[in-house]
Protein backbone atom coordinates (compact mmCIF):
# COMPACT_ATOMS: atom_id res chain seq x y z
CA UNK A 1 0.00 0.00 0.00
CA UNK A 2 1.24 2.96 -0.82
CA UNK A 3 1.55 6.47 1.98
CA UNK A 4 -1.56 8.31 2.03
CA UNK A 5 -4.02 6.00 0.46
CA UNK A 6 -7.33 5.82 2.84
CA UNK A 7 -8.42 2.27 3.37
CA UNK A 8 -10.99 0.59 4.91
CA UNK A 9 -11.38 -2.92 6.92
CA UNK A 10 -13.31 -5.48 5.20
CA UNK A 11 -15.04 -7.95 7.28
CA UNK A 12 -15.25 -11.34 6.66
CA UNK A 13 -16.61 -14.30 8.69
CA UNK A 14 -13.34 -15.40 9.61
CA UNK A 15 -11.35 -13.21 11.52
CA UNK A 16 -8.87 -12.20 9.21
CA UNK A 17 -9.25 -7.96 7.62
CA UNK A 18 -8.70 -7.55 3.87
CA UNK A 19 -7.46 -4.21 2.84
CA UNK A 20 -9.13 -2.48 0.10
CA UNK A 21 -7.17 0.64 -1.26
CA UNK A 22 -9.90 3.35 -1.70
CA UNK A 23 -10.04 4.08 -5.48
CA UNK A 24 -10.74 0.20 -5.60
CA UNK A 25 -13.70 0.93 -3.46
CA UNK A 26 -17.49 1.58 -5.35
CA UNK A 27 -18.16 5.16 -6.20
CA UNK A 28 -20.04 7.06 -3.76
CA UNK A 29 -23.79 8.25 -4.35
CA UNK A 30 -22.94 11.77 -3.49
CA UNK A 31 -20.05 12.23 -6.66
CA UNK A 32 -22.89 11.25 -9.16
CA UNK A 33 -24.66 14.72 -10.19
CA UNK A 34 -27.12 13.43 -12.84
CA UNK A 35 -25.16 14.94 -16.18
CA UNK A 36 -25.91 11.77 -18.18
CA UNK A 37 -29.54 12.22 -17.76
CA UNK A 38 -29.09 15.86 -18.76
CA UNK A 39 -27.31 14.97 -21.66
CA UNK A 40 -30.14 12.49 -22.70
CA UNK A 41 -32.67 14.79 -22.20
CA UNK A 42 -31.21 17.50 -24.52
CA UNK A 43 -30.46 14.95 -27.29
CA UNK A 44 -34.03 13.75 -27.33
CA UNK A 45 -35.11 17.35 -27.38
CA UNK A 46 -33.02 17.43 -30.27
CA UNK A 47 -34.03 14.84 -31.91
CA UNK A 48 -37.72 15.79 -31.30
CA UNK A 49 -37.30 18.89 -33.41
CA UNK A 50 -35.19 17.61 -36.11
CA UNK A 51 -38.22 14.83 -36.72
CA UNK A 52 -41.01 17.81 -36.38
CA UNK A 53 -39.75 19.73 -39.18
CA UNK A 54 -39.67 16.66 -41.51
CA UNK A 55 -42.87 15.32 -40.86
CA UNK A 56 -43.95 19.05 -41.81
CA UNK A 57 -42.00 18.95 -44.79
CA UNK A 58 -43.32 15.71 -45.61
CA UNK A 59 -46.85 16.24 -44.99
CA UNK A 60 -46.85 19.58 -47.23
CA UNK A 61 -45.24 17.10 -49.85
CA UNK A 62 -47.72 14.40 -49.56
CA UNK A 63 -50.47 17.05 -50.15
CA UNK A 64 -48.73 18.34 -53.21
CA UNK A 65 -49.13 15.35 -54.62
CA UNK A 66 -52.47 15.19 -53.64
CA UNK A 67 -52.97 18.22 -55.41
CA UNK A 68 -51.24 17.43 -58.56
CA UNK A 69 -53.51 14.35 -58.64
CA UNK A 70 -56.69 16.53 -58.18
CA UNK A 71 -55.55 18.65 -61.12
CA UNK A 72 -54.49 15.27 -63.11
CA UNK A 73 -57.93 13.55 -62.43
CA UNK A 74 -59.90 16.73 -63.09
CA UNK A 75 -58.27 17.01 -66.72
CA UNK A 76 -58.34 13.37 -67.04
CA UNK A 77 -62.53 13.89 -66.52
CA UNK A 78 -62.60 17.20 -68.66
CA UNK A 79 -60.84 15.13 -71.74
CA UNK A 80 -63.40 11.88 -71.06
CA UNK A 81 -66.62 14.22 -71.46
CA UNK A 82 -64.95 16.42 -74.12
CA UNK A 83 -64.79 12.87 -76.20
CA UNK A 84 -67.85 11.25 -75.03
CA UNK A 85 -69.71 14.76 -76.77
CA UNK A 86 -67.41 14.58 -80.00
CA UNK A 87 -68.19 11.51 -80.64
CA UNK A 88 -71.83 11.49 -80.23
CA UNK A 89 -73.64 9.81 -82.69
CA UNK A 90 -75.85 12.23 -85.53
CA UNK A 91 -75.89 15.87 -85.02
CA UNK A 92 -76.98 16.19 -81.98
CA UNK A 93 -73.38 16.41 -79.52
CA UNK A 94 -74.89 15.63 -76.13
CA UNK A 95 -73.06 15.12 -72.75
CA UNK A 96 -74.04 12.17 -70.68
CA UNK A 97 -76.44 12.45 -67.54
CA UNK A 98 -73.99 10.20 -65.02
CA UNK A 99 -70.67 9.52 -65.00
CA UNK A 100 -70.90 5.87 -65.33
CA UNK A 101 -71.83 6.90 -69.11
CA UNK A 102 -68.12 7.75 -69.55
CA UNK A 103 -67.09 4.22 -68.33
CA UNK A 104 -69.54 2.57 -71.00
CA UNK A 105 -70.85 4.56 -73.61
CA UNK A 106 -74.02 2.42 -74.94
CA UNK A 107 -74.84 4.72 -77.47
CA UNK A 108 -72.74 2.58 -80.00
CA UNK A 109 -72.86 -1.69 -80.55
CA UNK A 110 -69.43 -1.67 -79.31
CA UNK A 111 -67.74 -1.10 -76.06
CA UNK A 112 -66.74 2.48 -76.38
CA UNK A 113 -64.60 3.96 -73.30
CA UNK A 114 -64.25 7.70 -72.75
CA UNK A 115 -62.48 6.55 -69.45
CA UNK A 116 -61.01 3.57 -68.06
CA UNK A 117 -63.07 3.88 -64.47
CA UNK A 118 -64.19 6.73 -62.06
CA UNK A 119 -61.73 8.07 -60.50
CA UNK A 120 -62.20 9.36 -56.43
CA UNK A 121 -61.22 12.91 -55.10
CA UNK A 122 -57.88 12.54 -54.24
CA UNK A 123 -58.31 15.59 -52.03
CA UNK A 124 -61.98 14.12 -50.18
CA UNK A 125 -60.22 10.67 -49.00
CA UNK A 126 -61.77 8.77 -51.44
CA UNK A 127 -65.07 10.54 -52.23
CA UNK A 128 -67.08 11.05 -55.42
CA UNK A 129 -66.82 14.30 -56.90
CA UNK A 130 -69.07 16.86 -56.98
CA UNK A 131 -71.33 17.32 -60.27
CA UNK A 132 -72.00 20.38 -62.30
CA UNK A 133 -74.96 20.22 -64.57
CA UNK A 134 -76.05 22.18 -67.58
CA UNK A 135 -79.39 23.37 -68.13
CA UNK A 136 -80.13 20.27 -69.33
CA UNK A 137 -79.38 18.63 -66.35
CA UNK A 138 -76.56 16.66 -67.99
CA UNK A 139 -73.10 16.66 -66.70
CA UNK A 140 -70.81 19.76 -67.52
CA UNK A 141 -67.96 19.13 -65.07
CA UNK A 142 -66.60 18.00 -61.67
CA UNK A 143 -65.13 19.39 -58.76
CA UNK A 144 -63.53 18.62 -55.54
CA UNK A 145 -65.49 19.15 -52.18
CA UNK A 146 -62.67 19.39 -50.31
CA UNK A 147 -62.64 23.20 -48.23
CA UNK A 148 -58.99 22.87 -47.95
CA UNK A 149 -56.60 25.76 -49.42
CA UNK A 150 -54.41 24.83 -52.17
CA UNK A 151 -51.22 25.13 -52.50
CA UNK A 152 -51.08 26.76 -55.51
CA UNK A 153 -51.95 30.10 -54.97
CA UNK A 154 -52.40 31.72 -58.91
CA UNK A 155 -54.24 30.42 -61.81
CA UNK A 156 -53.44 26.24 -62.71
CA UNK A 157 -52.83 26.28 -67.01
CA UNK A 158 -52.33 22.87 -68.76
CA UNK A 159 -53.33 21.55 -71.98
CA UNK A 160 -57.24 22.16 -72.73
CA UNK A 161 -57.62 23.57 -68.90
CA UNK A 162 -57.43 26.57 -66.58
CA UNK A 163 -58.38 26.97 -63.49
CA UNK A 164 -58.87 30.11 -61.82
CA UNK A 165 -57.04 31.32 -58.70
CA UNK A 166 -59.24 29.57 -55.59
CA UNK A 167 -58.99 29.83 -51.81
CA UNK A 168 -60.08 26.24 -51.52
CA UNK A 169 -60.20 23.06 -53.74
CA UNK A 170 -63.99 22.89 -54.11
CA UNK A 171 -63.36 26.28 -55.93
CA UNK A 172 -61.40 24.43 -58.76
CA UNK A 173 -64.28 23.49 -61.40
CA UNK A 174 -62.83 21.01 -64.36
CA UNK A 175 -65.57 22.15 -66.54
CA UNK A 176 -65.89 21.05 -70.13
CA UNK A 177 -65.49 23.86 -72.67
CA UNK A 178 -69.15 24.43 -74.25
CA UNK A 179 -67.91 27.09 -77.24
CA UNK A 180 -67.32 23.03 -79.44
Known amino acids: MRPGEATFALHMPTSATVQVPARLQPPRLRHQRGYGFVAILLLLAV ?24 IRIGQLYVQALDRYRRVSPGTDKRLPMALDELMLDQRFVGTVRHIRRLYPDPMSLGQD ?35 AAASRYSDWKFVVDSDK
Not at 54 to 70: H, I
Not at 137 to 147: E, F, M, N, P, W
Open 129 to 163: WGVIRGDDGRIQGVYSLSDQEPLIKGTVSRPGLRL
Open 47 to 70: VSLGLSSVSTSWSTEAKRDKEQQL
